[in-house]
């Protein structure tokens, strides 16, 4: 079984930054690909980054790039999501999710969240005009 806990969302205002953290427990995070998704109301849930194993290979959405920064310290457990010049579409349920049974190359990101096994509770992260 795998817990994630995610942390750091809030309410800034449009330009403003903000730090999200996930901290996994349960089987050996260095194995587990990760992944940020968000959910805003009435619309799906949608990819926003996405991480290997090392954290050498990352992925984002075209909305995100130049903005957002996806990493991971694997000795604590613990995958970011650093969020700058943050606008009011950015608004939304952020939840980091764990792939941890795709078997696949060093630099593979895990892109289908159907994929994923385990998932936080999420944070919510409110951007104002």
């Known amino acids: 079984q795998v817990q994630l806990v995610e942390s750091g969302g809030g309410l800034v205002q449009a330009g403003g930054s903000l730090r999200l953290s996930c901290a996994a427990s349960g089987r050996t995070f260095s194995n587990y690909y990760m992944g940020w998704f968000r959910q805003a109301p009435g619309k799906e849930r949608d990819i926003v980054a996405a991480?290997?194993?090392?954290?050498?290979?990352?992925y984002y959405t075209d909305s995100v790039k130049g903005r957002f920064t996806i990493s991971r310290d694997n000795a604590r457990n613990t995958v970011y999501l650093q969020m700058n010049s943050l606008k009011p579409e950015d608004t939304a349920v952020y939840l980091c999710a764990a792939d941890v049974n795709t078997l696949a190359s060093l630099e593979y990101v895990s892109l289908d969240q159907r994929l994923y096994d385990y998932w936080g509770q999420g944070t919510q992260v409110t951007v104002s005009p």
């Open positions: 991480i290997n194993l090392s954290g050498s290979t990352t």
